[in-house]
Each structure stands twice: as structure tokens, then as C-alpha cells.
């Protein structure tokens, strides 16, 4: 404890307390914690499952059984997240090859596995320094159990870049997939749902992130369809930038300093 004194102007020998004030300050340690961006990675991927979540398909035209059986399957082979770039190819190479899904020797492009949808994220990405967000550096505090502060929340928002590659055997089907993301994604937006959360931990605790579409009504797809030199595979791509906080925790430890106003008395 910290005690210190402050007097006015002295009109004799004898100080006279007029109040004691216990003021409760933070004193940085020196630790510091940044939050993960795989957290918002693994978020922002399951959220988009959401967009078929409801879908139904009532047309019984055999064109349509291919979209109808994957709106059936797992969400693990409805969507792949982070273990292969955006180029389609390669893609379903590796992916055959590594035996993931219903595995076939990694020469065949496996279109019992498809549709399927590649999420991808180059590692690069750039702090956020538009006018929609601002750094907050007194975001939040950090509580024990007992109500005393062992932690201050500094806030920042990273600019992050996600290839989504849609990837079928048919036009048709792959039409079907991307009309059903896009008006999902659109009607959000429509609604004020621009948004998404992400769970993480930090400074021993669990906390949420926020994700931003930066840009939630622009859903344009580009073809990005392999030669049709060996296997008939179609493909549309379309890129989803999010503004997502990244958080910083610096430990403190709680100070208290006792101050003292005095006055002169005659």
C-alpha cells in the first residue's frame, strides 16, 4: 500500500485531515497473451454449413438427386476446412490421396466424394484500418474469482481473406450449391446478420470473438473449373473477406494507494 499526502496552502504548524481517499489502481507485470485466429478460422467455417441447413428438395428430376444427397451427408463431407489450397485439382488429388472421404487411388478425381465445398485461407492477412473499426486499447478487464483484476483486454481487428471453392461433377448440382449460399448469405445481410462468433481462450478464460463481414452483400462466383482435358469437374470460387477482433491480455496485479488531503489550520 502506497500512502501519500497532499496539503493546501498552510496557515499554521498543525495539518487538519479533511479525507482519506483509498484509490485502487493496475500495475502491468509484463505478460501478455494474443488471442488465436484459428478460433475465428473454425467459426467462420461451420457457420457456413448454416447455409443449407433447411434445404429441401422437392423435384424429383433425376438432375436433382446429386444436390438432394449432399444436403444428406455429414457436415464432414458436406465441407473441408484448412488442409488444402484453392486450386481445384490439386485439391481432389491431395484430398483422394490422403484417403479423406470415401477414398480411391489418389489418380482418380473421386466423384463419389463430390459436390464438396473447400474453405481456404492463405496465412497472410493484414491488421483492419478502415473507418468501420477502431483499436480499443481499455477494451475490457479480466476478474478472479474473488472480483480482483489479473487481466486488461486490448482490442484489434485483422482483415482475413477466405477462398470458399464449390466443386461438383455437375453444372447442375454445383448451380444448386451456390444459388442456396448465396441467397443465404444475402437474406442475412438483408436482416442485419452480418456477423459471427467465435469461441476462444484467453488469460485462463473463455471468451467470444466477433467476425465482420466486411463486404456481406457482394457474392460474385467465378468459374474456376479445371481443363476438361481428363475428368469433367466444375467449380465456381468466391472470396469472403471478415474483419475479426484479435484480442490482447496483459496481466496486472491490483495496487491500492491511500491518499491524504489535509489542511493548515490556525
Given at each position: 500500500m502506497t500512502k501519500h499526502k497532499i496539503s493546501s496552502d498552510c496557515m499554521g504548524?498543525?495539518?487538519?485531515?479533511?479525507?482519506?481517499?483509498?484509490?485502487?489502481?493496475?500495475?502491468?507485470?509484463?505478460?501478455?497473451?494474443?488471442?488465436?485466429?484459428?478460433?475465428v478460422d473454425t467459426a467462420f467455417a461451420n457457420g457456413l454449413l448454416r447455409a443449407f441447413d433447411g434445404v429441401v428438395v422437392t423435384d424429383e428430376r433425376r438432375s436433382n438427386l446429386p444436390f438432394?444427397?449432399?444436403?444428406?451427408?455429414?457436415a464432414n463431407e458436406q465441407?473441408?476446412?484448412?488442409?488444402?489450397?484453392n486450386d481445384v485439382r490439386r485439391f481432389l488429388s491431395?484430398?483422394?490421396?490422403?484417403?479423406?472421404?470415401?477414398?480411391v487411388?489418389?489418380?482418380?478425381?473421386?466423384?463419389?466424394?463430390?459436390?464438396?465445398?473447400?474453405?481456404?485461407?492463405?496465412?497472410?492477412?493484414s491488421f483492419y484500418s478502415g473507418e468501420q473499426f477502431r483499436d480499443i486499447e481499455d477494451f475490457a478487464n479480466l476478474k478472479d474469482g474473488a472480483g480482483k483484476t489479473y487481466a486488461t483486454i486490448s482490442c484489434m481487428h485483422a482483415l482475413l481473406n477466405y477462398d470458399i471453392a464449390f466443386i461438383s461433377d455437375e453444372k447442375k448440382t454445383l448451380s444448386?450449391?451456390?444459388?442456396?449460399?448465396?441467397?443465404?448469405?444475402?437474406?442475412?445481410?438483408?436482416?442485419?446478420?452480418?456477423?459471427?462468433?467465435?469461441?476462444?481462450?484467453i488469460a485462463y478464460s473463455d471468451v467470444e470473438l466477433s467476425g465482420f463481414f466486411e463486404f456481406p452483400k457482394d457474392i460474385d462466383f467465378t468459374d474456376a473449373s479445371p481443363p476438361a482435358d481428363e475428368d469433367r469437374i466444375f467449380a465456381n470460387l468466391i472470396q469472403v473477406s471478415v474483419i475479426?477482433?484479435?484480442?490482447?491480455a496483459y496481466?496486472?496485479?491490483?495496487?491500492?494507494?491511500?491518499?491524504?488531503?489535509?489542511?493548515?489550520v490556525r
Amino acid at each position: 500500500m502506497t500512502k501519500h499526502k497532499i496539503s493546501s496552502d498552510c496557515m499554521g504548524p498543525s495539518d487538519a485531515l479533511i479525507a482519506r481517499l483509498n484509490m485502487e489502481g493496475l500495475e502491468p507485470t509484463g505478460g501478455r497473451e494474443v488471442s488465436d485466429l484459428s478460433d475465428v478460422d473454425t467459426a467462420f467455417a461451420n457457420g457456413l454449413l448454416r447455409a443449407f441447413d433447411g434445404v429441401v428438395v422437392t423435384d424429383e428430376r433425376r438432375s436433382n438427386l446429386p444436390f438432394s444427397a449432399f444436403l444428406k451427408r455429414p457436415a464432414n463431407e458436406q465441407i473441408v476446412f484448412g488442409q488444402f489450397d484453392n486450386d481445384v485439382r490439386r485439391f481432389l488429388s491431395a484430398r483422394n490421396a490422403a484417403e479423406v472421404g470415401r477414398a480411391v487411388p489418389a489418380k482418380s478425381m473421386n466423384p463419389a466424394a463430390l459436390p464438396v465445398i473447400n474453405v481456404s485461407r492463405a496465412p497472410g492477412f493484414s491488421f483492419y484500418s478502415g473507418e468501420q473499426f477502431r483499436d480499443i486499447e481499455d477494451f475490457a478487464n479480466l476478474k478472479d474469482g474473488a472480483g480482483k483484476t489479473y487481466a486488461t483486454i486490448s482490442c484489434m481487428h485483422a482483415l482475413l481473406n477466405y477462398d470458399i471453392a464449390f466443386i461438383s461433377d455437375e453444372k447442375k448440382t454445383l448451380s444448386s450449391m451456390c444459388t442456396a449460399f448465396g441467397t443465404w448469405m444475402r437474406l442475412r445481410a438483408n436482416s442485419g446478420i452480418t456477423s459471427f462468433v467465435a469461441k476462444t481462450k484467453i488469460a485462463y478464460s473463455d471468451v467470444e470473438l466477433s467476425g465482420f463481414f466486411e463486404f456481406p452483400k457482394d457474392i460474385d462466383f467465378t468459374d474456376a473449373s479445371p481443363p476438361a482435358d481428363e475428368d469433367r469437374i466444375f467449380a465456381n470460387l468466391i472470396q469472403v473477406s471478415v474483419i475479426a477482433q484479435v484480442l490482447v491480455a496483459y496481466s496486472v496485479r491490483p495496487t491500492n494507494t491511500v491518499v491524504e488531503v489535509v489542511s493548515g489550520v490556525r
